[in-house]
Nanobody
Framework: QVQLVESGGGLVQPGGSLRLSCVASGSTFSTYTQGWYRQAPGKQRELVARISSGGTTNYIDSVKGRFTISRDNAKNTVYLQMNSLNPEDTAVYYC?????????????WGQGTQVTVSS
């Protein structure tokens, strides 16, 4: 069982920056993938960035060079540093943990944090 709690969202002007944090409940896994998803009004949830247990990262093209996903294992926390934000980045952002247990693949989701980019 894993619980995820997100924080760091808010209102920011275009060109500004935010850092999102997602703290896990403390469970340790050897094989997992952590990701940040977002869902804008009227749109489907999309994967923004992910990082594997081995440190491999992936980003959607629209955020490459602007967003950085990172992890602090000691704090059980994954981050999403968002720079050069634009109104198209406005969405509810969710952190996700996908991990392998004896019973199979599991998914945990945070409750989401609102990011609004507006003047």
């Amino acid at each position: 069982q894993v619980q995820l709690v997100e924080s760091g969202g808010g209102l920011v002007q275009p060109g500004g920056s935010l850092r999102l944090s997602c703290v896990a409940s403390g469970s340790t896994f050897s094989t997992y993938t952590q990701g940040w998803y977002r869902q804008a009004p009227g749109k489907q949830r999309e994967l923004v960035a992910r990082i594997s247990s081995g440190g491999t990262t992936n980003y959607i093209d629209s955020v490459k060079g602007r967003f950085t996903i990172s992890r602090d294992n000691a704090k059980n926390t994954v981050y999403l540093q968002m720079n050069s934000l634009n109104p198209e980045d406005t969405a509810v952002y969710y952190c996700n943990l996908r991990y392998l247990t004896r019973i199979g693949v599991q998914n945990s989701w945070g409750q989401g944090t609102q990011v609004t980019v507006s003047s």
